[in-house]
C-alpha cells in the first residue's frame, strides 16, 4: 500500500542508501536529494536494482533552496529524513568552516523549504558525538551535552534549531542520536566508502584486509578500558536505517517530538572489533598502536531503552554480521 513520498537528502550516502532501501520496504515512495560530494552516482543504480525500482533523485546541495524545493514538489510528500552533512570528528577540526556551512546551514535550509512545503515530520541525522564524553557509559538521552568537537557542536546547533522550530510553528521531528553505524546490506552492492581518507574504523579495517593499506593504526592503548584501546558501541547500518523509517513513521501517526539513542547498548573496544573481524572473515588486520587523536574518548556507549519505548526499535544484527557484512562490500572495491 503507497504511505506517500519521503524527502531523503544525502540519499546516495552510506545510511542514506540503505534507509531508501527500508522506506520502500515499509511502503514509502521517495527522493532523493545527494550532492555526490561523499557517495558516487554509481550507488543510485545499485539502490534501484536491489529494490527492483527507480529512485526518483535530484542533484544538488542540501543549502540550496531551489534544489530542495524541487524535491518537495514531489507529489504527496508526507515527511524528510535529512542525513547529508560533512562527518569526521578529525577532518572537522581542519575545516571547521565547512562543517559550521555544510551542517547547519544545509539543517536550516531543510527547514525552512519544510516549512513552506507544509512537510511537517522530519527525521534530523544527529551523533553521539553530541555528548559530553566525560560522563560514565552508558550514555541516556538526558545524559550532558557538549560537543567536544566542531563536528558534534554542528549537530547540537541542529537540535537546537529543530526544537525551536517545533516551537514556532509545530514542527514534528525526531533527533536520532547514533553512535557507530557499520556493516553494509548484505547483498554486498552498497556500503561504506568515503572518499579520501576514511575517518570511521571499519572503513580502515576493510582496507587492511584488502591489502589496500599496510596496517591499521589503532590511536591510543592506555585508555581506562578493557584491553586499553577505544570502546565504542558499533550498530549494523540496517538496523540504524530501520530506526529511521521508525521514527518517521512515529512522526507521521502524531508524535511531536523525540530524541533516540541508537545503537545496540554493547560497547566493544578496537582490539575487539579486529578480532571479531578477523575470525568472522578469515583474514588478518595488521596493526600498530599510535598515538591517540584530538576529540577521542575513552569509551562512548549508548543506553538504548528509550528507543524501544518510544518506536519499538531495538538492533537485531550482532558484532560478526556487520563484520562479515562489511567485508563483502568492501571485497567488490579491491
Not at 536529494?33 to 534501484?48: F, K, P, Q, T
Not at 561504506?192 to 576514511?198: A, K, M, Q, T, Y
Not at 556487520?322 to 572495491?333: I, K, P, V, Y
Request: net charge neutral; proline share 4%.
Amino acid at each position: 500500500m503507497r504511505r506517500g513520498t519521503i524527502l531523503v537528502t544525502g540519499a546516495a550516502g552510506f545510511i542514506g542508501s540503505h534507509t531508501v532501501l527500508a522506506l520502500w520496504e515499509r511502503g514509502f515512495d521517495v527522493v532523493g536529494l545527494d550532492d555526490y560530494s561523499n557517495a558516487e552516482r554509481s550507488v543510485v543504480a545499485r539502490i534501484e536494482a536491489l529494490g527492483h525500482r527507480t529512485l526518483t533523485m535530484i542533484e544538488g546541495d542540501v543549502r540550496d533552496g531551489d534544489s530542495l524545493a524541487a524535491a518537495l514538489r514531489a507529489p504527496d510528500i508526507v515527511g524528510a529524513i535529512h542525513f547529508a552533512a560533512r562527518k569526521s570528528i578529525e577532518e572537522s577540526f581542519l575545516e571547521t568552516r565547512s562543517y559550521y556551512d555544510v551542517n547547519v546551514a544545509g539543517t536550516l535550509a531543510v527547514l525552512q523549504q519544510c516549512q513552506r512545503a507544509g512537510v511537517n515530520a522530519l527525521v534530523f541525522s544527529s551523533s553521539a558525538t553530541v555528548y559530553d564524553p566525560a560522563q560514565p557509559a552508558p550514555v541516556s538521552e538526558t545524559g550532558r551535552t557538549l560537543g567536544a568537537s566542531p563536528y558534534g557542536r554542528s549537530k547540537l546547533i541542529g537540535e537546537r534549531m529543530l526544537r525551536d522550530a517545533a516551537q514556532a510553528n509545530g514542527q514534528r521531528y525526531a533527533i536520532l542520536r547514533y553512535f557507530n553505524p557499520v556493516g553494509a546490506h548484505p547483498g554486498g552492492s552498497i556500503g561504506e566508502n568515503p572518499r579520501g581518507r576514511p575517518g570511521n574504523l571499519m572503513p580502515v579495517v576493510c582496507r587492511v584486509a584488502a591489502r589496500r593499506q599496510s596496517q591499521l593504526s589503532v590511536f591510543g592503548n592506555d585508555y581506562p578500558t578493557i584491553d586499553g584501546t577505544g570502546v565504542r558501541d558499533y550498530v549494523h547500518v540496517q538496523d540504524v536505517a530501520e530506526a529511521h523509517v521508525h521514527a518517521l513513521e512515529a512522526l507521521i501517526e502524531g508524535r511531536e517530538a523525540l530524541s533516540l539513542n541508537i545503537g545496540t547498548g554493547r560497547g566493544t573496544s578496537v582490539l575487539t572489533l579486529v578480532d571479531a573481524f578477523e575470525r568472522a572473515n578469515g583474514v588478518r588486520v595488521p596493526f600498530a598502536i599510535a598515538p591517540r587523536r584530538q576529540g577521542d574518548v575513552a569509551a562512548m556507549v549508548a543506553n538504548v531503552d528509550q528507543a524501544a519505548l518510544s518506536i519499538g526499535w531495538r538492533a537485531k544484527r550482532d558484532l560478526e554480521a556487520m563484520c562479515r557484512d562489511a567485508w563483502r562490500f568492501a571485497q567488490t572495491l579491491a
